[in-house]
């Protein structure tokens, strides 16, 4: 055993220690000898207090050197922290006992350890695999020295009605057991073959070499048995008292999890919140198993303390964001004051979602259409009033009740925009039940990712979505949409239908009674982003935050009941009967913008003689590419519209120009925001223009250098934290000064309430009280308007310089020659080279450097934004994001020019 040949590993932290134990397995009195890894010797030598003790217990069939980023961290002279990371008995190197050690063993054991170290509050354990459900025992046994609990990718219960993991179910089959984790290697090996990325083949060493040989891995086979798989297991028992006991436990407490576990799956994460509700839980997507090798786990583990720890530092949840001078602070006064008033306003005058729906059902508009679909041929398929509507969630609000529905119960909603989805979404609403949104725009992939995060308890879906969700193993009991055959109910595991529970008089429930059971703060829905600036993040929103939306969008755009919209965008088709709007989805696939046609949006309009249009730019350039299609009735509907509105992306003006056309008497607004607050500004066409003649004249401080998208929406409030020269924004004072670009902050009564399950992203999302860091970059002009600049993770630190991207991007597509064009940086931060890449009309066959004349003509045009462009790059097609097809993925073609700046093949961004 030499420490020195473990990486991460100072030889100082490694010791022995003689235990007595007291376990029944045990001769009377019998001594064992522990292995372990603790920085307290080093802490002494240099001079640094404890705020307390890390206890980490790994699990099968690793050891003490899983813990040992932990044993660093807490060596921080700002906060340090003993961290004692214990080798189970038999395993690691501790003594090989030759004995069978059950759970209640090996929590008995962990006792005795701590005994004999003579360990003393505050004590946060620390578990992984098995060794978070001793560690877990070991804390419920010692609450006079517990002050929190931190697991990561364990379980402690498992359904007796459900098999345990295919993985668990072979290591333990009679003729694979012992062969597979004692006489051979094989089960070290798989599990470390989990990791992601790879283990280096230092640290795969260190893993195995306290199992080499047969003799010395008896203890992983006897911890492999000791799974608790049925209720007659001899350690069933302790396993059901430690479940239990989290139910009580009142400490702070942490998940940290690896989603991508053939083990330890999201439904252990989710049975875990159950027990722990008020846990901070953060799910590393692409992380696996061994979440503490795939992942930095010692820094949220120990931001954490300095929030939950014996001494908390006040001033770690600023996360570096301070507000300095007298501007600065009047602003967070404000916001603070404003927040505590809108807060007092709103529970005095909290409005359900569906308010303004169970008014127009009663009163004279009852008979009126309140939902359209349309049909392929331009007719209506369905359509339901506000009677009928009203009526129909009463009808679903039963039958979901009576299916196991409840309040906090999480429903995934896999219905196309339109009466179903509707019907779902109040319904369930009304219920108190959370909806979890994650549209097919995500792709197959980023979908199934996104719901089996969410983990809900039921699905509501089309056939299509069922069928996904049996291949895939997305969670919940499903209902489906119609009725279905015996058989094919049977096939898809279908519980009831949408369908079977309209009309049913029985199930009835009376409106006043649900009304009072839901909270205003209460989650009511988990919104998925777009993906397009990595996995999709669930945000959640309580009911009051979704009210806020439907009454900023309707004070910001002066929608009220009577309105009638034409929804493209799936977020607008489901708050069009909040504001008491009649709705129409057009024949168009919601997820796939550009099979919006000229022809089905007037359709669509003159379906309801639309007052209201909402359309993603990506579709708008698809109705201006078929505007030819329309014949007078159609031209007239949309003629008829008085008000566009498109956002998701910056919408060119020379398109907006082309849409007036088309809609001559509307008044077209592009409002800015994003999944976490929509929306957050608004501009009209004529500001726009307004704002372009500014920049160009010059005659407005801070007018140019991206997309202005205009001045806050109703009860918004906007801020910016200057960049740094290193291309954060973390150490400056936030503030609304003209002409200087940072992150954008916003606050507001709409805005979020927090990132689901990503505790370490909310808390830098949040990191400034009562706001949202958006992840975007801007300024504000002299004149009060929010020009986007882009995204912070894009910004390019080149040399002297920090290059946000969009002013570069729209001078370059100012060439008449150039359809699209993106700015990234290549190379190491602070000398980044920054790189063009640019689809030309007509698109270029292959992927490559431009020709010189091209490149000199980007690089001119360029240099008029003050951007120096190192290298010039054309593709066929800019590769966008799934749901807008018109954001462009910046990151990856990021990737793909360094790969061809160093001589690789261009291949396909």
Not at 82 to 99: H, I
Not at 674 to 697: H, N, Y
Request: with cysteine.
């Amino acid at each position: 055993m030499v420490a020195a040949n473990w990486p991460g590993v100072d030889p100082e932290w490694s010791r022995t220690i003689r235990v007595r134990s007291t376990s029944t397995v045990d001769a009377p009195g019998e001594v064992r000898r522990w292995h372990v890894l603790d920085n307290e010797a080093e802490l002494t030598r240099r001079g640094l207090t404890p705020a307390g003790t890390l206890l980490c217990v790994h699990g099968n069939p690793t050891w003490s050197y899983l813990w040992r980023s932990l044993l660093g961290a807490g060596m921080n002279p700002d906060h340090p922290w003993r961290v004692v990371a214990v080798d189970q008995l038999d395993m690691g190197y501790s003594e090989r006992t030759g004995t069978f050690r059950r759970l209640a063993d090996r929590i008995n054991d962990l006792g005795d350890l701590t005994d004999a170290l003579g360990l003393e509050g505050p004590v946060v354990t620390v578990g992984h695999d098995w060794g978070g459900v001793i560690s877990a025992g070991w804390a419920l046994e010692h609450p006079q020295l517990l002050r929190g609990v931190v697991l990561t990718n364990t379980a402690v219960h498992h359904p007796a009605d459900t098999p345990i993991p295919a993985a668990l179910r072979l290591a333990l089959h009679p003729a694979v057991h012992r062969w597979g984790t004692t006489t051979s290697d094989a089960f070290l090996r798989v599990t470390h073959s989990l990791a992601n990325p790879p283990l280096s083949a230092a640290v795969g060493k260190a893993f195995m070499a306290p199992y080499r040989g047969a003799g010395r891995r008896a203890g992983v086979g006897n911890f492999v048995a000791d799974i608790p798989a049925q209720p007659g297991h001899p350690s069933f028992a302790a396993l059901t008292r430690v479940a239990e006991g989290l139910r009580g436990l009142r400490v702070p407490a942490l998940m940290l999890w690896g989603p991508n576990d053939p083990i330890f799956s999201d439904r252990y994460l989710k049975d875990l919140i159950g027990r722990l509700p008020h846990a901070e839980v953060h799910r590393f997507e692409g992380a696996g198993h061994l979440v503490g090798e795939d992942r930095d786990i010692a820094t949220p583990i120990f931001d954490w303390l300095a929030v939950h720890g014996s001494r908390i530092d006040a001033g770690r949840g600023e996360a570096g964001i301070s507000v300095s001078g007298e501007a600065g602070a009047d602003l967070i006064e404000a916001t603070a004051r404003q927040s505590e008033e809108a807060a007092q306003g709103d529970a005095a005058a909290f409005r359900p979602l569906w308010d303004s729906l169970e008014e127009l059902a009663a009163g004279p508009a009852g008979e009126e259409t309140a939902v359209a679909e349309m049909a392929p041929d331009g007719s209506v398929s369905r359509s339901l009033s506000w009677q009928q509507l009203d009526r129909s969630i009463q009808d679903v609000v039963g039958g979901l009740r009576q299916a196991g529905v409840g309040r906090g119960s999480r429903v995934s909603l896999m219905v196309p925009p339109g009466a179903d989805l509707t019907i779902a979404l109040y319904a369930c609403l009304k219920l108190g039940a959370v909806v979890v949104v994650a549209d097919a725009g995500l792709g197959i992939k980023g979908m199934s990712r996104a719901v089996k995060g969410a983990t809900a308890d039921f699905l509501i879906g089309i056939d299509k979505a069922l069928a996904a969700a049996s291949v895939l193993g997305w969670p919940g009991r499903r209902i489906s949409v119609r009725d279905l055959s015996p058989v094919r109910r049977r096939l898809l595991g279908v519980q009831t239908s949408l369908a079977a529970m309209a009309g049913a008089e029985h199930h009835h429930v009376d409106i006043v009674d649900i009304v009072d059971i839901v909270d205003p703060d209460a989650p009511s829905a988990v919104l998925f982003t777009s993906g397009s600036t990595g996995p999709a993040k669930g945000v959640l929103y309580t009911h009051s935050q979704l009210a806020a939306m439907r009454n900023t969008v309707a004070a910001t755009f002066g929608i009220i009941p009577g309105a009638r919209l034409v929804a493209g965008f799936a977020p607008f088709a489901l708050l069009g009967p909040a504001l008491g709007a009649v709705s129409v989805t057009p024949a168009m696939d919601v997820t796939a913008p550009r099979t919006l046609t000229a022809r089905t949006l007037a359709e669509a309009a003159n379906a309801i003689d639309a007052t209201v249009v909402f359309a993603s730019p990506a579709a708008l350039r698809n109705v201006v590419a078929t505007g030819d299609d329309l014949n007078g009735l159609l031209l007239n509907a949309l003629g008829n519209a008085e008000l566009l509105l498109s956002a998701g992306a910056p919408v060119p003006e020379s398109l907006l120009a082309q849409v007036q056309q088309l809609m001559p008497q509307a008044s077209l607004h592009t409002p800015y925001g994003m999944t976490e607050a929509l929306p957050v500004t608004d501009i009209s066409f004529e500001e726009i223009r307004a704002a372009g003649q500014d920049a160009a004249a010059g005659t407005v401080h801070g007018a140019g250098n991206g997309v202005c998208v205009g001045r806050p929406v109703h009860g918004a409030r906007l801020a910016i934290v200057p960049l740094a020269a290193d291309g954060t924004a973390n150490g400056g004072h936030c503030g609304t000064e003209a002409g200087v670009t940072g992150e954008i902050l916003v606050s507001g009564p709409h805005v979020k309430e927090a990132y689901d399950r990503l505790w370490l992203t909310q808390r830098e999302s949040a990191a400034l009280v009562g706001w949202h860091r958006t992840g975007d970059v801007g300024h504000f002009d002299a004149a009060g308007r929010l020009w986007v600049e882009g995204r912070l993770a894009h910004v390019v630190t080149a040399p002297g310089a920090v290059v946000t991207p969009v002013g570069a991007e729209q001078s370059i597509e100012r060439l008449d020659t150039v359809h699209m064009a993106a700015i990234a940086g290549v190379g190491p931060s602070g000398t980044q080279a920054v790189v063009a890449v640019v689809q030309t009309m007509p698109p270029a066959t292959k992927a490559g450097p431009a020709a010189p004349q091209l490149a000199a003509r980007v690089r001119r045009a360029a240099s008029e934004a003050g951007v120096d462009v190192s290298a010039v790059l054309v593709v066929p097609a800019q590769p966008t994001d799934i749901r807008h097809n018109a954001k462009i993925d910046r990151t990856r073609l990021a990737r793909w020019a360094s790969r061809v700046l160093a001589g690789g093949r261009p291949g396909k961004p």
